[in-house]
């Protein structure tokens, strides 16, 4: 597939002047001439190909938003080689708007004092959209996201899960190839956050929009993005499935039991016991290959087994494993 997005190396520095404490600090600080370096991107290489939904996670601080605003043309890299739809994004930063789509968790696009379709409408003429176009695009989107009860409605009196659905809407007006989200679903409530992950979906799988998406709702990337691309300490640590970051993590699962009456000692080869309730009993399952029906045949039916629950591993809990595993080696060496 050809990549849409080229990074080589990508590094982005920034400068700060030196600060120094107290009152004749204060006064130093004024007038030094002294800088520290912050390295927020170091030596970050991927590709992203056509119709991918690429999930750019990572702890605060780690270079996301710094990332994203390079492959939008907003800052220029400090080394290495960037492309996006074969362009340099801040030499050609005019062409590149006009096939990308942006939308910022906390900075917002829409004019706040007039209605939506105002909005949405200026968006038009920036872009140029035609006519019947734009009109398809409008219906399409605002019927998905329940848009259109609150189009005549000014900004300023939209809740924050109903601009966002309006922030998202405008930024695919024009047909853009890659929408870039930062932290879209940020403050919203469960309903508003599930009507978007629904919608940039279907528009990924329908339209075949290529999507990078920063978030820290894990959830976001659960339902959005197959490939998740990691970053900590402004360094790339992962580029992959979500599927292969499981695997290499392991696949255990949470067993637990739950008898009518006591079962007596319950000793499972295919599972371990972690925690003993008396009627309740949790287990392990480390191996893959176990099922279910196997640790059940080894119960048996004369134990009065009254329910099963099997928890999979979520997200969450996969990449905070991920984590904890890097930072514990990197402690160790």
Not at 111 to 123: A, G, N, R
Not at 254 to 271: K, M, S, Y
């Amino acid at each position: 597939m050809t990549a849409l997005i080229e990074a080589r190396g990508v590094s982005k520095r920034f400068r700060q002047h030196k600060r120094f404490p107290g009152l004749l600090g204060a006064l130093k600080t004024l007038v030094t001439t002294e800088y520290t370096e912050v390295a927020a991107v170091s030596d970050v290489s991927f590709d992203i190909a056509a119709g991918e939904a690429v999930g750019y996670l990572g702890p605060n601080g780690a270079g996301k938003s710094t990332m994203i605003k390079m492959m939008t043309g907003i800052l220029v890299p400090s080394a290495g080689t960037l492309s996006v739809l074969g362009r340099t994004p801040h030499q050609e930063r005019m062409a590149n708007a006009r096939q990308i789509g942006v939308v910022f968790g906390q900075r917002s696009q829409l004019w706040w004092d007039l209605p939506v379709v105002d909005s949405f409408t200026l968006h038009q003429r920036i872009y140029d959209i035609p006519a019947a176009r734009y009109a398809d695009n409008l219906k399409r989107f605002s019927d998905l996201l329940d848009l259109t009860p609150f189009l005549d409605r000014a900004v300023r009196q939209l809740s924050l899960g109903q601009r966002m659905r309006a922030e998202i809407v405008m930024s695919l007006l024009h047909d853009p190839k890659i929408l870039f989200l930062d932290e879209p679903t940020i403050g919203l409530d469960v309903v508003a956050k599930d009507a978007v992950r629904r919608f940039l979906a279907e528009i990924n799988r329908e339209r075949g929009v290529t999507i990078i998406l920063t978030t820290h709702d894990l959830q976001d990337i659960e339902t959005i993005c197959p490939r998740l691309i990691m970053v900590d300490h402004s360094q790339l640590i992962f580029d992959g499935e979500l599927g292969r970051l499981r695997a290499a993590l392991g696949s255990a699962r949470r067993l637990t039991l739950e008898f009518a009456t006591d079962p007596g000692p319950l000793p499972l080869g295919t599972a371990t016991l972690t925690s003993d309730e008396g009627l309740l009993k949790h287990y392990l399952l480390e191996r893959e290959d176990v099922s279910l029906v196997q640790v059940l045949s080894e119960v048996g039916s004369e134990r009065g087994l009254k329910d099963v629950a099997l928890h999979e591993p979520d997200i969450e809990e996969v990449i905070r494993t991920f984590y904890q595993r890097r930072n514990a080696a990197a402690a160790a060496q």
